[in-house]
């Protein structure tokens, strides 16, 4: 049986002005295997790491679920919180309640709902999760472009200036795409 602390954020008033945070804290923590549910007023802040940090070393915490902002904001901080606790950063899932819920509705009652649709979603992904490793591999900085169309040139010569090796390949005997069998462009009616 999996042991799921969740975190719902109040993000200031971006979340709980919108969304019955404390009411959604008490629906959560009866849903199957979350064994801790909290909010906090800023769960990104040191304390709101910190209370994290020692519910699963305290509770025995071996899956999370923050309910926040987006994952691209802070995704980094709660894996580190989840590693400083010992507990495998992979094992953590967002639940994006801001941008997808309090950021875009008006009516408090819908936006709760949705927020817990969220909250129950990335309940259930989070159960399934398994332990994971970062790999690292070395990468040979070498671009195959295809297509030596106009798009493709352009690409070729962005990447070859930061310094990436380019093997650009074409199946036609000329490069230039559409754009060489033009007589004439618009608007100046140049040659192409």
Same mark, same amino acid.
């Given at each position: ?33 979350? =064994? ?47 590693? =400083? ?88 005997? =000329? ?18």
């Amino acid at each position: 049986m999996t042991n799921i602390g969740v975190y719902i954020c109040h993000c200031g008033t971006n979340i709980a002005g919108v969304v019955d945070v404390e009411g959604l804290t008490q629906k959560v923590a009866k849903l199957k295997d979350v =064994s801790l549910a909290k909010d906090y007023k800023y769960m990104c802040s040191e304390p709101g790491q910190d209370l994290i940090r020692e519910d699963i070393k305290n509770r025995n915490l071996d899956r999370v679920v923050v309910a926040a902002c987006s994952p691209r904001m802070h995704e980094n901080t709660y894996k580190k919180v989840l590693a =400083s606790a010992g507990l495998n950063p992979f094992l953590l899932e967002i639940a994006n309640i801001r941008e997808q819920a309090s950021w875009v509705h008006l009516d408090k009652e819908k936006t709760t709902d949705k927020a817990l649709d969220l909250i129950k979603m990335a309940v259930a992904k989070v159960r399934m999760d398994e332990p994971l490793t970062s790999l690292s591999a070395n990468v040979i900085q070498r671009v195959l472009v295809i297509g030596a169309g106009i798009a493709g040139i352009q690409t070729s010569l962005d990447i070859a200036n930061i310094g990436y090796d380019v093997v650009l390949v074409e199946k036609e005997q =000329s490069i230039g795409g559409r754009m060489s069998q033009l007589g004439k462009t618009f608007p100046t009616l140049d040659c192409s």
